[in-house]
Protein backbone atom coordinates (compact mmCIF):
# COMPACT_ATOMS: atom_id res chain seq x y z
CA UNK A 1 0.00 0.00 0.00
CA UNK A 2 1.27 3.44 -0.82
CA UNK A 3 -0.41 6.72 1.01
CA UNK A 4 -1.17 9.05 -2.16
CA UNK A 5 -1.54 12.64 -1.63
CA UNK A 6 -4.39 13.90 -4.47
CA UNK A 7 -3.98 17.42 -4.59
CA UNK A 8 -7.47 18.58 -6.86
CA UNK A 9 -10.57 16.76 -5.74
CA UNK A 10 -12.63 17.09 -8.34
CA UNK A 11 -14.44 14.21 -10.89
CA UNK A 12 -11.45 12.89 -12.36
CA UNK A 13 -9.67 13.34 -9.04
CA UNK A 14 -12.68 10.80 -7.31
CA UNK A 15 -12.16 7.96 -10.76
CA UNK A 16 -8.57 8.10 -9.94
CA UNK A 17 -9.67 7.94 -6.08
CA UNK A 18 -11.70 5.04 -6.87
CA UNK A 19 -9.19 3.42 -9.03
CA UNK A 20 -6.73 3.80 -6.08
CA UNK A 21 -8.70 2.36 -3.88
CA UNK A 22 -9.63 -0.76 -5.80
CA UNK A 23 -6.12 -1.54 -5.91
CA UNK A 24 -5.06 -1.17 -2.51
CA UNK A 25 -4.14 2.09 -1.81
CA UNK A 26 -4.64 5.20 0.49
CA UNK A 27 -5.73 8.41 -0.19
CA UNK A 28 -5.54 11.93 1.02
CA UNK A 29 -7.90 13.98 -0.83
CA UNK A 30 -7.44 17.87 -1.14
CA UNK A 31 -9.13 20.42 -2.50
CA UNK A 32 -10.66 24.33 -1.33
CA UNK A 33 -13.96 23.40 -0.49
CA UNK A 34 -15.27 20.95 1.52
CA UNK A 35 -17.22 17.73 0.25
CA UNK A 36 -15.25 17.83 -2.93
CA UNK A 37 -16.35 14.44 -5.06
CA UNK A 38 -12.73 12.76 -3.96
CA UNK A 39 -13.12 13.63 -0.68
CA UNK A 40 -16.74 11.50 -0.71
CA UNK A 41 -14.37 8.45 -1.38
CA UNK A 42 -11.13 9.08 0.16
CA UNK A 43 -9.77 7.37 3.10
CA UNK A 44 -8.58 11.08 4.84
CA UNK A 45 -9.78 14.43 3.37
CA UNK A 46 -8.07 18.16 3.60
CA UNK A 47 -9.13 21.68 2.62
CA UNK A 48 -7.11 24.06 2.05
CA UNK A 49 -5.62 27.24 -0.22
CA UNK A 50 -2.73 25.02 -2.59
CA UNK A 51 -1.60 28.60 -3.64
CA UNK A 52 -0.26 28.87 -0.16
CA UNK A 53 3.44 27.12 0.05
CA UNK A 54 3.52 26.98 3.58
CA UNK A 55 0.04 25.00 3.67
CA UNK A 56 1.24 22.24 1.36
CA UNK A 57 4.34 22.16 3.64
CA UNK A 58 2.18 21.50 6.70
CA UNK A 59 -0.13 18.95 4.96
CA UNK A 60 3.00 17.12 3.30
CA UNK A 61 4.50 16.98 6.97
CA UNK A 62 1.54 16.18 8.64
CA UNK A 63 0.89 12.95 5.98
CA UNK A 64 4.26 11.75 4.66
CA UNK A 65 2.98 10.65 1.77
CA UNK A 66 4.45 7.98 -0.66
CA UNK A 67 3.38 9.97 -3.95
CA UNK A 68 2.28 13.40 -4.66
CA UNK A 69 -0.74 13.47 -7.51
CA UNK A 70 -1.66 17.08 -8.99
CA UNK A 71 -5.26 17.11 -10.56
CA UNK A 72 -5.69 20.76 -10.78
CA UNK A 73 -3.51 23.64 -12.12
CA UNK A 74 -3.78 26.00 -9.40
CA UNK A 75 -1.01 24.80 -7.24
CA UNK A 76 2.52 26.17 -5.64
CA UNK A 77 4.13 23.49 -8.20
CA UNK A 78 7.56 25.21 -7.26
CA UNK A 79 7.14 23.74 -4.24
CA UNK A 80 7.18 20.18 -6.22
CA UNK A 81 10.97 20.37 -6.63
CA UNK A 82 11.17 20.42 -1.97
CA UNK A 83 9.42 17.49 -2.26
CA UNK A 84 10.98 15.53 -4.48
CA UNK A 85 14.02 16.13 -3.00
CA UNK A 86 12.93 14.72 -0.07
CA UNK A 87 12.29 11.34 -1.27
CA UNK A 88 8.72 11.89 -2.32
CA UNK A 89 7.41 10.87 -5.94
CA UNK A 90 5.84 13.62 -7.69
CA UNK A 91 3.16 12.54 -10.55
CA UNK A 92 4.72 12.51 -12.96
CA UNK A 93 8.06 14.39 -11.76
CA UNK A 94 8.51 18.00 -10.50
CA UNK A 95 10.08 19.06 -13.70
CA UNK A 96 6.28 18.11 -15.58
CA UNK A 97 3.97 19.15 -13.32
CA UNK A 98 5.94 22.48 -13.46
CA UNK A 99 6.04 22.97 -16.90
CA UNK A 100 2.67 21.68 -17.47
CA UNK A 101 1.00 24.12 -14.84
CA UNK A 102 2.06 27.29 -17.48
CA UNK A 103 1.27 27.34 -20.69
CA UNK A 104 4.15 29.34 -21.27
CA UNK A 105 6.83 26.48 -20.29
CA UNK A 106 4.90 24.11 -21.92
CA UNK A 107 4.79 25.46 -25.23
CA UNK A 108 8.28 26.96 -25.28
CA UNK A 109 8.99 23.67 -24.91
CA UNK A 110 7.38 22.03 -27.80
CA UNK A 111 7.88 25.18 -30.20
CA UNK A 112 11.53 26.44 -29.37
CA UNK A 113 13.58 23.03 -27.58
CA UNK A 114 11.70 19.95 -29.57
CA UNK A 115 10.53 22.03 -33.13
CA UNK A 116 7.37 20.60 -32.73
CA UNK A 117 4.89 21.98 -35.26
CA UNK A 118 2.22 24.47 -32.54
CA UNK A 119 0.57 27.74 -34.16
CA UNK A 120 2.46 30.97 -34.05
CA UNK A 121 2.03 32.63 -30.59
CA UNK A 122 3.34 35.46 -28.39
CA UNK A 123 2.55 36.50 -24.46
CA UNK A 124 1.03 39.23 -23.09
CA UNK A 125 1.57 40.71 -19.50
CA UNK A 126 -0.68 44.16 -20.23
CA UNK A 127 -3.95 44.90 -22.61
CA UNK A 128 -1.07 46.84 -24.55
CA UNK A 129 1.00 44.03 -24.88
CA UNK A 130 -1.98 42.27 -26.22
CA UNK A 131 -2.55 44.30 -28.52
CA UNK A 132 1.20 44.07 -29.83
CA UNK A 133 0.64 40.60 -29.64
CA UNK A 134 -2.70 40.38 -32.04
CA UNK A 135 -0.97 42.30 -34.53
CA UNK A 136 1.73 39.89 -34.93
CA UNK A 137 -0.11 37.09 -34.82
CA UNK A 138 -2.96 38.40 -37.29
CA UNK A 139 -6.93 38.13 -36.63
CA UNK A 140 -8.52 35.86 -35.93
CA UNK A 141 -6.79 34.31 -33.07
CA UNK A 142 -7.23 33.00 -29.60
CA UNK A 143 -6.38 34.60 -26.16
CA UNK A 144 -5.98 31.84 -22.91
CA UNK A 145 -4.88 32.68 -19.77
CA UNK A 146 -0.90 31.14 -18.93
CA UNK A 147 -3.05 29.28 -16.26
CA UNK A 148 -6.30 27.73 -16.41
CA UNK A 149 -8.53 24.59 -17.09
CA UNK A 150 -11.48 23.45 -19.39
CA UNK A 151 -11.01 26.52 -21.53
CA UNK A 152 -11.82 29.05 -18.55
CA UNK A 153 -10.34 32.10 -19.77
CA UNK A 154 -10.53 31.43 -23.77
CA UNK A 155 -11.27 33.44 -26.41
CA UNK A 156 -11.67 34.15 -29.88
CA UNK A 157 -10.40 37.76 -31.47
CA UNK A 158 -11.75 38.58 -34.46
CA UNK A 159 -12.12 42.36 -34.50
CA UNK A 160 -9.67 45.34 -32.35
CA UNK A 161 -12.97 45.89 -30.13
CA UNK A 162 -12.59 42.16 -29.22
CA UNK A 163 -9.04 42.98 -27.71
CA UNK A 164 -9.94 44.44 -24.67
CA UNK A 165 -12.92 42.08 -23.93
CA UNK A 166 -10.68 39.13 -24.46
CA UNK A 167 -7.82 40.67 -21.95
CA UNK A 168 -10.43 40.91 -19.19
CA UNK A 169 -11.95 37.62 -19.54
CA UNK A 170 -8.60 36.06 -19.59
CA UNK A 171 -7.71 37.91 -16.53
CA UNK A 172 -11.34 36.86 -14.74
CA UNK A 173 -10.06 33.28 -15.73
CA UNK A 174 -6.71 32.93 -14.62
CA UNK A 175 -6.65 30.17 -12.10
CA UNK A 176 -3.69 31.32 -9.07
CA UNK A 177 -1.77 34.87 -9.27
CA UNK A 178 -0.47 34.65 -12.55
CA UNK A 179 -1.79 37.77 -14.96
CA UNK A 180 0.39 36.53 -18.07
CA UNK A 181 -1.74 35.83 -21.67
CA UNK A 182 -0.97 33.51 -24.62
CA UNK A 183 -2.31 34.52 -27.95
CA UNK A 184 -2.21 32.25 -30.62
CA UNK A 185 -2.88 32.57 -34.82
CA UNK A 186 -6.44 30.87 -35.53
CA UNK A 187 -5.58 27.55 -36.98
CA UNK A 188 -7.35 26.46 -39.51
CA UNK A 189 -8.28 22.93 -38.45
CA UNK A 190 -10.32 20.02 -39.16
CA UNK A 191 -11.05 18.93 -35.90
CA UNK A 192 -9.39 18.42 -32.38
CA UNK A 193 -7.87 15.37 -30.87
CA UNK A 194 -6.97 13.96 -27.22
CA UNK A 195 -4.09 11.50 -27.59
CA UNK A 196 -4.00 10.06 -24.11
CA UNK A 197 -0.09 9.26 -23.74
CA UNK A 198 0.99 6.60 -21.00
CA UNK A 199 4.59 7.01 -19.87
CA UNK A 200 6.16 3.59 -18.02
CA UNK A 201 8.94 3.67 -15.56
CA UNK A 202 9.99 0.34 -16.85
CA UNK A 203 8.00 -0.09 -20.15
CA UNK A 204 7.66 1.86 -23.81
CA UNK A 205 5.17 4.56 -24.04
CA UNK A 206 1.74 3.85 -24.74
CA UNK A 207 -1.17 5.78 -26.51
CA UNK A 208 -4.88 5.17 -26.27
CA UNK A 209 -7.16 5.25 -29.43
CA UNK A 210 -7.52 9.08 -29.97
CA UNK A 211 -10.31 10.82 -28.68
CA UNK A 212 -12.48 13.51 -30.42
CA UNK A 213 -14.73 16.37 -28.66
CA UNK A 214 -16.52 19.29 -28.98
CA UNK A 215 -16.53 22.56 -27.30
CA UNK A 216 -18.61 25.05 -26.35
CA UNK A 217 -17.25 28.11 -24.01
CA UNK A 218 -14.20 26.27 -23.69
CA UNK A 219 -15.39 23.41 -22.15
CA UNK A 220 -16.02 19.92 -23.68
CA UNK A 221 -19.39 18.62 -24.53
CA UNK A 222 -18.95 15.02 -25.99
CA UNK A 223 -15.96 13.31 -26.61
CA UNK A 224 -16.07 9.94 -27.91
CA UNK A 225 -13.28 6.93 -29.13
CA UNK A 226 -12.00 6.32 -31.38
CA UNK A 227 -11.80 9.48 -33.81
CA UNK A 228 -11.45 8.49 -37.03
CA UNK A 229 -8.60 10.26 -38.56
CA UNK A 230 -5.73 9.56 -41.10
CA UNK A 231 -3.06 7.10 -39.90
CA UNK A 232 -0.09 9.46 -41.06
CA UNK A 233 -1.42 12.03 -38.88
CA UNK A 234 -1.97 10.26 -36.05
CA UNK A 235 1.91 8.91 -35.87
CA UNK A 236 2.51 12.37 -36.56
CA UNK A 237 0.85 13.49 -33.29
CA UNK A 238 2.06 10.14 -31.36
CA UNK A 239 5.84 10.75 -32.42
CA UNK A 240 5.02 14.73 -30.97
CA UNK A 241 3.62 13.62 -27.84
CA UNK A 242 6.44 10.97 -27.48
CA UNK A 243 8.61 13.69 -27.61
CA UNK A 244 7.30 16.31 -25.22
CA UNK A 245 6.61 13.65 -22.52
CA UNK A 246 10.53 12.38 -22.49
CA UNK A 247 11.58 15.63 -22.24
CA UNK A 248 9.30 16.24 -19.00
CA UNK A 249 9.97 13.34 -17.76
CA UNK A 250 8.04 10.73 -15.58
CA UNK A 251 5.45 8.28 -15.17
CA UNK A 252 1.79 8.69 -15.45
CA UNK A 253 -0.88 9.45 -18.31
CA UNK A 254 -0.88 12.49 -20.35
CA UNK A 255 -3.71 14.00 -22.00
CA UNK A 256 -1.84 15.73 -25.48
CA UNK A 257 -4.13 17.66 -27.35
CA UNK A 258 -3.79 18.67 -31.32
CA UNK A 259 -5.72 20.46 -33.96
CA UNK A 260 -5.42 18.38 -37.02
CA UNK A 261 -5.79 20.22 -39.93
CA UNK A 262 -5.10 19.18 -43.65
CA UNK A 263 -1.18 19.36 -43.53
CA UNK A 264 -1.00 17.23 -40.19
CA UNK A 265 -0.99 17.54 -36.45
CA UNK A 266 -0.50 20.88 -34.52
CA UNK A 267 0.33 20.88 -30.67
CA UNK A 268 -1.92 22.58 -28.52
CA UNK A 269 -1.59 21.58 -25.20
CA UNK A 270 -1.04 18.98 -22.80
CA UNK A 271 -1.79 18.24 -18.88
CA UNK A 272 0.13 15.65 -16.78
CA UNK A 273 -2.90 13.94 -15.77
CA UNK A 274 -6.32 12.12 -17.16
CA UNK A 275 -8.23 14.51 -19.12
CA UNK A 276 -11.98 15.30 -18.91
CA UNK A 277 -12.52 14.06 -22.88
CA UNK A 278 -11.02 10.95 -21.14
CA UNK A 279 -14.35 10.09 -19.12
CA UNK A 280 -15.18 8.27 -22.67
CA UNK A 281 -12.77 5.31 -20.90
CA UNK A 282 -15.57 5.02 -18.48
CA UNK A 283 -18.25 3.70 -21.39
CA UNK A 284 -15.62 0.43 -21.63
CA UNK A 285 -13.82 1.30 -24.46
CA UNK A 286 -10.55 0.09 -23.41
CA UNK A 287 -9.22 -2.96 -21.48
CA UNK A 288 -8.08 -0.19 -18.92
CA UNK A 289 -9.67 2.94 -18.20
CA UNK A 290 -7.51 6.46 -18.02
CA UNK A 291 -7.62 6.32 -14.38
CA UNK A 292 -6.46 2.52 -14.02
CA UNK A 293 -3.76 3.39 -16.61
CA UNK A 294 -2.61 6.22 -14.61
CA UNK A 295 -2.56 4.17 -11.43
CA UNK A 296 -0.31 1.31 -12.47
CA UNK A 297 1.59 4.01 -14.44
CA UNK A 298 2.63 6.03 -11.69
CA UNK A 299 2.93 2.84 -8.95
CA UNK A 300 5.35 0.94 -12.06
CA UNK A 301 3.12 -2.00 -12.64
CA UNK A 302 3.19 -3.31 -15.90
CA UNK A 303 1.03 -2.16 -18.65
CA UNK A 304 1.00 -4.95 -21.69
CA UNK A 305 -0.96 -3.17 -23.86
CA UNK A 306 -3.57 -0.79 -24.31
CA UNK A 307 -6.62 -2.44 -26.09
CA UNK A 308 -9.63 -0.71 -28.02
CA UNK A 309 -12.48 -2.78 -27.00
CA UNK A 310 -15.62 -0.96 -28.71
CA UNK A 311 -16.22 2.34 -29.60
CA UNK A 312 -17.75 4.70 -27.23
CA UNK A 313 -19.01 8.50 -26.56
CA UNK A 314 -19.84 10.49 -23.00
CA UNK A 315 -21.56 13.87 -22.83
CA UNK A 316 -22.03 15.91 -19.80
CA UNK A 317 -24.71 16.91 -17.76
CA UNK A 318 -24.64 20.85 -16.96
CA UNK A 319 -26.30 22.31 -14.50
CA UNK A 320 -28.79 25.49 -16.11
CA UNK A 321 -29.09 26.84 -12.00
CA UNK A 322 -26.97 29.96 -11.92
CA UNK A 323 -27.33 30.30 -7.78
CA UNK A 324 -25.41 27.90 -5.83
CA UNK A 325 -27.72 24.97 -4.37
CA UNK A 326 -28.14 21.66 -3.99
CA UNK A 327 -28.19 19.43 -6.38
CA UNK A 328 -31.47 16.77 -7.58
CA UNK A 329 -31.47 15.13 -10.41
CA UNK A 330 -34.12 13.93 -12.38
CA UNK A 331 -34.31 11.72 -15.40
CA UNK A 332 -32.11 9.04 -13.70
CA UNK A 333 -34.41 6.15 -14.59
CA UNK A 334 -34.94 7.54 -18.35
CA UNK A 335 -31.07 7.84 -19.07
CA UNK A 336 -30.25 4.50 -17.72
CA UNK A 337 -33.67 3.23 -19.85
CA UNK A 338 -31.47 3.11 -23.00
CA UNK A 339 -29.31 -0.21 -23.66
CA UNK A 340 -25.30 0.17 -23.59
CA UNK A 341 -26.20 3.16 -21.54
CA UNK A 342 -23.89 4.82 -18.46
CA UNK A 343 -23.84 7.29 -16.22
CA UNK A 344 -21.49 9.32 -13.65
CA UNK A 345 -22.89 11.39 -11.35
CA UNK A 346 -19.78 13.58 -9.62
CA UNK A 347 -21.32 14.39 -6.21
CA UNK A 348 -20.79 18.30 -6.57
CA UNK A 349 -21.96 19.97 -3.28
CA UNK A 350 -23.70 22.68 -4.90
CA UNK A 351 -24.22 23.84 -8.59
CA UNK A 352 -23.65 27.14 -10.90
CA UNK A 353 -24.43 27.74 -14.65
CA UNK A 354 -22.97 25.51 -16.74
CA UNK A 355 -21.07 23.83 -14.08
CA UNK A 356 -20.35 20.21 -15.06
CA UNK A 357 -22.42 17.47 -12.68
CA UNK A 358 -22.26 14.33 -14.16
CA UNK A 359 -21.97 12.57 -18.19
CA UNK A 360 -23.75 10.27 -20.04
CA UNK A 361 -22.16 7.61 -21.64
CA UNK A 362 -22.52 5.00 -24.11
CA UNK A 363 -20.73 2.14 -25.87
CA UNK A 364 -21.06 -0.09 -28.99
CA UNK A 365 -19.26 -1.76 -31.37
CA UNK A 366 -16.11 -0.47 -33.26
CA UNK A 367 -17.70 -0.51 -36.43
CA UNK A 368 -20.86 1.88 -35.41
CA UNK A 369 -20.70 5.10 -37.21
CA UNK A 370 -19.18 7.32 -34.39
CA UNK A 371 -21.42 10.14 -34.72
CA UNK A 372 -24.84 7.37 -33.69
CA UNK A 373 -22.50 6.73 -30.55
CA UNK A 374 -22.31 10.48 -29.86
CA UNK A 375 -25.98 10.98 -30.50
CA UNK A 376 -26.61 8.00 -28.51
CA UNK A 377 -24.74 10.08 -25.21
CA UNK A 378 -26.55 13.03 -25.80
CA UNK A 379 -29.57 11.66 -25.70
CA UNK A 380 -28.69 9.61 -22.47
CA UNK A 381 -27.15 12.70 -20.95
CA UNK A 382 -30.14 14.91 -21.85
CA UNK A 383 -32.48 13.01 -20.09
CA UNK A 384 -30.83 13.82 -16.67
CA UNK A 385 -32.12 17.51 -15.65
CA UNK A 386 -30.66 19.03 -12.66
CA UNK A 387 -32.87 20.62 -10.31
Known amino acids: MKKIL ?21 IIAVDSYEGAPAMQVAHESEVINMLDGSELDRIVAKHQPDLI ?3 IEAIRTERFYIYEDQGIQVVPSAKAANFTMNRKAIRDLAAKDLGVRT ?3 RYATSYEELKAGVAHTGMPCVVKPLMSSSGKGQSVIRTEEDIEKAWNYALEGSRGDLKEVIVESFVDFDYEITLLTVTQKNGETL ?21 PMLETHLKEAQEMAENVTRALGGAGIWGVEFFIAKEGAYFSELSPRPHDTGMVTLAGTQNLNEFELHLRAILGWPIPEIELLQSGASAVILSEISEEKTPEFEGVEKALSYPSSDIRLFGKPSTRKYRRMGVGLYHD ?23
Not at 8 to 25: H, T, V
Not at 210 to 227: K, L, N, T, V
Not at 365 to 384: L, P, Q, R
Open 6 to 26: LLGSGELGKEFAIAAQRNGQY
Open 119 to 121: ANY
Open 207 to 227: FCAPIGHRQERGDYQESWQPA
Open 69 to 71: VPE
Open 365 to 387: TVDTDIEEVVAKAKEIAGAIKVK
